[in-house]
């Protein structure tokens, strides 16, 4: 396990409440040991959000005690990510942003009880309903926030975008295109930037997701927000370039099938068109087909 040092106030709280009881056995084990000895806190980061699993009463305690700077490692337990999303807008909407802001939330067990784990577990089941009915899908106008977004996700997909100077590209280029941006429990996760050419095609430029939440639906969904976007403007087709089969990368490989899947089909391949290590693939979708 690789353990980091971070400040506290970068870090996210991902509870609304500290147990009074585990606060009182936590600050007898400080007091015991010390502040400079304690397990290591864990972590996750989705983008720029870095937010805490678990370890918030001992961060409290730390903050408390004058400790701002703290041990920490990344969580190697796969998370149900969109559960963690609910949990930091809940502490967003309740205006607890850093650790110090969980000082006013110590409650007794019963009260813990009801206003935490039981919070919980009604979120458990909604989410059990389904877990991305809280996505929403708009343009985005501003081109400040569309660049930033753009940056954010597709530095966070090196599989997919791993050379810098074609993201400074896409941050570039996305300002002035019609823009997607998918956001839950508002946090935006995912964006997609469409080139319309001569009213007849909408070129998918560049789509991006966090890794965290493929497979679980939101990538059909922004595509689909832009063919209803194309029948009411009356544009015919849509189009995408992705990495062709001539390059064996398993990651594209998926995009290509995930595209498939949304309806497209190869129609040409461009082997130069990039270059010759990154062979180009054409694929498009009749809207109305």
């Known amino acids: 396990m690789d353990i980091f040092r971070i400040e506290l106030e970068r870090i996210l709280p991902s509870q609304l409440y500290i147990s009074e009881q585990k606060y009182g056995e936590s600050l007898a084990l400080f007091r015991r040991n010390g502040f400079e000895h304690y397990p290591p806190i864990p972590i996750k980061k989705i983008g720029h959000d870095i937010f805490f699993t678990d370890g918030h009463t001992r961060a409290l305690i730390l903050w408390q005690n004058g400790v701002r700077t703290v041990n920490i490692y990344h969580c190697p337990e796969e998370l149900d990510w969109i559960s963690y999303l609910m949990d930091l807008e809940w502490c967003r909407n309740s205006r607890i942003v850093s650790i110090q802001d969980l000082d006013r939330c110590i409650i007794a067990g019963p009260d813990y009880e009801k206003k935490w784990l039981e919070r919980c577990a009604d979120g458990q089941r909604w989410l059990a309903e389904n877990p991305v009915r809280d996505l929403k899908l708009c343009f985005e106008t501003d081109r400040e926030k569309k660049s930033v977004i753009c940056a954010e996700v597709l530095r966070s997909l090196p599989k997919w975008f791993g050379i810098e100077a074609a993201i400074q590209d896409y941050v570039r280029e996305v300002t002035n295109l019609h823009f997607v941006s998918a956001t839950l429990y508002g946090k935006v996760i995912g964006f997609c930037?469409?080139?319309?050419?001569?009213?007849?095609?909408?070129?998918?430029?560049?789509?991006?997701?966090?890794?965290?939440?493929?497979?679980?639906?939101?990538?059909?969904?922004?595509?689909?927000?832009?063919?209803?976007?194309?029948?009411?403007?009356?544009?015919d087709y849509m189009s995408v370039k992705t990495l062709s089969a001539r390059h064996p990368d398993e990651n594209y490989r998926?995009?290509?099938?995930?595209?498939?899947?949304?309806?497209?089909?190869?129609?040409?391949?461009?082997?130069?068109?990039?270059?010759?290590?990154?062979?180009?693939?054409?694929?498009?979708?009749?809207?109305?087909?």
């Open 193 to 235: 930037a469409v080139k319309v050419n001569f009213e007849t095609n909408a070129d998918l430029f560049v789509l991006g997701l966090f890794e965290e939440f493929h497979g679980k639906g939101i990538g059909t969904r922004m595509i689909d927000f832009v063919q209803t976007y194309c029948r009411e403007m009356k544009i």
């Open 254 to 289: 998926e995009t290509r099938k995930f595209y498939e899947r949304c309806g497209f089909r190869p129609f040409e391949e461009f082997p130069t068109l990039w270059d010759e290590a990154n062979p180009c693939l054409l694929m498009i979708k009749n809207i109305y087909s």
